[in-house]
Nanobody, 125 residues
Framework: QLQIVESGGGLVQPGGSLRLSCAAS????????IGWFRQAPGKEREGVSC????????YYADSVKGRFTISRDNARGTVFLQMNSLKPEDTAIYYC??????????????????WGQGTQVTVSS
């Protein structure tokens, strides 16, 4: 079982930035498609962004398009989610998820079988 560790969450003022990291030892030895999801209090978990196993395909939810950027550092086995111009409505627990193999990028939870514990992002003044 892949052990995913997210980091980088925290408290930030509106308009600020955070960079989330998602790391797992298996990311350096196999191909994985990676997704970022978030769940705000009282809401269902939603797909925020994802990157295909080849890194050629990415996806962003309309609510974060133009503000968030997903990227991968294969040498470090880490996927990043750079979040700029943060808004209070971005407040949520952010989860990293992975699925092994040559996979396209899809923002659906059921496609992913490895999940991290989540990291809290709070945007507030």
């Amino acid at each position: 079982q892949l052990q995913i560790v997210e980091s980088g969450g925290g408290l930030v003022q509106p308009g600020g930035s955070l960079r989330l990291s998602c790391a797992a030892s298996g990311f350096t030895s196999d191909y994985y498609a990676i997704g970022w999801f978030r769940q705000a209090p009282g809401k269902e978990r939603e797909g925020v962004s994802c990157i295909s196993s080849s890194d050629e395909d990415t996806y962003y939810a309309d609510s974060v398009k133009g503000r968030f950027t997903i990227s991968r550092d294969n040498a470090r086995g880490t996927v990043f989610l750079q979040m700029n111009s943060l808004k209070p409505e971005d407040t949520a627990i952010y989860y990293c998820a992975a699925v092994k193999g040559f996979r396209l990028c899809v923002p659906w939870e059921y496609e992913y079988d490895n999940w991290g514990q989540g990291t809290q992002v709070t945007v507030s003044s």
